[in-house]
């Protein structure tokens, strides 16, 4: 049985910085591309970040690209999102989710299996 466990979320500061991991169980992690998804109240699920299965060319949304790095521990069945510079908008319930292969996508529909997320709340 596939398990993904979200941690690290919480309440920061705009500007301030959060790391979120997600550990993963159940499969051969590094067989896999990875990535994170976020849900804000009232908004549709929208894609952060992928990576692949051996942490070549990860791939940002627009509205992250250079304060979030995504990464991931293959030895340790754990992926990661540093988070800087956080902003208001960034305030939403973040999920990690394993692909169906090994190809990256932004597309919530490659992905097969999906934590249970971790709360992040920006205060201005």
């Known amino acids: 049985q596939v398990q993904l466990v979200e941690s690290g979320g919480g309440l920061v500061q705009a500007g301030g910085s959060l790391k979120l991991s997600c550990a993963a169980s159940?499969?051969?992690?590094?067989?896999?591309?990875m990535g994170w998804f976020r849900q804000a109240p009232g908004k549709e699920r929208e894609f952060v970040a992928t990576?692949?299965?051996?942490?070549?060319?990860?791939y940002y949304s627009s509205s992250v690209r250079g304060r979030f790095t995504i990464s991931r521990d293959n030895a340790k069945n754990t992926l990661y999102l540093q988070m800087n510079s956080l902003k208001p908008e960034d305030t939403a319930v973040y999920y990690c989710?394993?692909?169906?292969?090994?190809?990256?996508?932004?597309?919530?529909?490659?992905?097969?299996?999906w934590g249970q997320g971790t709360q992040v709340t920006v205060s201005s």
């Open positions: 989710a394993t692909g169906r292969g090994a190809t990256t996508s932004s597309q919530s529909q490659s992905y097969e299996y």
């Open positions: 159940g499969r051969t992690f590094s067989n896999y591309a």
């Open positions: 990576i692949s299965r051996l942490s070549i060319a990860p």
